[in-house]
């Protein structure tokens, strides 16, 4: 069973520019989660998508964050224009009952670097 | 008080040793636990759920208490291939699918 798979794995853009990362989940995974790491800090959570509907976009940090996931299948979380501070490694992870049981399979990242 | 602290160690101990990590939680309706382990610079790796009634997974063991509001991890005879991160993850229940992380406790196991 192929994991869950990031592209890309690292991204170097300068300040104002946009960057669009990509997730493809376990295949048949409805629940797909967008996760990020600043470093010195713990892993925070984005947003949580059930098949193509956000389900809790609660930590999206603001409004030039914008996480897609048409067909409920892949899904992307576009940053538009990145800052400095969005610096970190962004997780994705799928899980094919919410988590509850069987808890999260995660991607290997996209470490996004803003200069 | 955050909702998931861990204590960030690290904590170095000697190949074969036993070490135990704990990770207390804030919200009492929190409903699943697991364990997770962390290598530098790689993706978390779900290393275990943790029961209410307890559970063992080879030198792992997995405890909670509900009562204290805290999980914890148990290694056995540590091996040099146990160094890594260990993250806490929480989550609630009644229909909030969040997952709460740790900011994780870090082990070294030396020769």
């Known amino acids: 069973e192929a994991g869950v798979t990031q592209f890309p794995s690292h991204s170097v853009i300068e300040k104002g520019q946009t960057v669009t990362l990509r997730c493809d989940p376990i295949?048949?995974?409805?629940?797909l989660y967008w996760y990020r790491r600043v470093m010195g800090k713990e892993i925070k959570f984005l947003l949580h998508?059930?098949?193509?509907?956000?389900?809790?976009e609660s930590g999206m940090p603001n409004n030039r964050f914008l996480a897609e996931r048409t067909g409920g299948t892949y899904s992307t979380l576009k940053v538009q224009p990145a800052e400095l501070e969005d610096s970190g490694v962004y997780f994705c992870?799928?899980?094919?009952?919410?988590?509850?049981?069987?808890?999260?399979?995660f991607g290997s990242g996209t470490r996004l670097t803003v200069v | 008080r955050k909702e998931v602290e861990q204590d960030p160690g690290p904590f170095n101990v000697p190949e074969g040793a036993t070490v135990a990590f704990n990770c207390t939680y804030s919200?009492?309706?929190?409903?699943?636990f697991f364990w997770y382990r962390q290598d530098c610079r790689k993706e978390p790796k779900l290393l275990m759920s943790?029961?209410?009634s307890g559970n063992e997974d080879g030198r792992f063991t997995a405890q909670l208490n509900r009562a204290s509001q805290y999980i914890s991890l148990l290694i056995r005879d540590s091996k040099l291939s146990d160094s890594a991160t260990y993250l806490c993850?929480?989550?609630?229940?009644?229909?909030?699918?969040?997952?709460?992380f740790g900011r994780g406790t870090s082990l070294i196991v030396h020769p």
């Open positions: 943790v029961y209410s």
């Open positions: 919200n009492s309706a929190s409903q699943s």
């Open positions: 295949s048949g995974h409805d629940n």
């Open positions: 993850v929480v989550r609630l229940s009644g229909g909030s699918y969040i997952p709460t």
């Open positions: 998508f059930v098949k193509e509907s956000k389900q809790d």
């Open positions: 992870a799928s899980s094919q009952d919410d988590g509850i049981n069987y808890g999260y399979t």
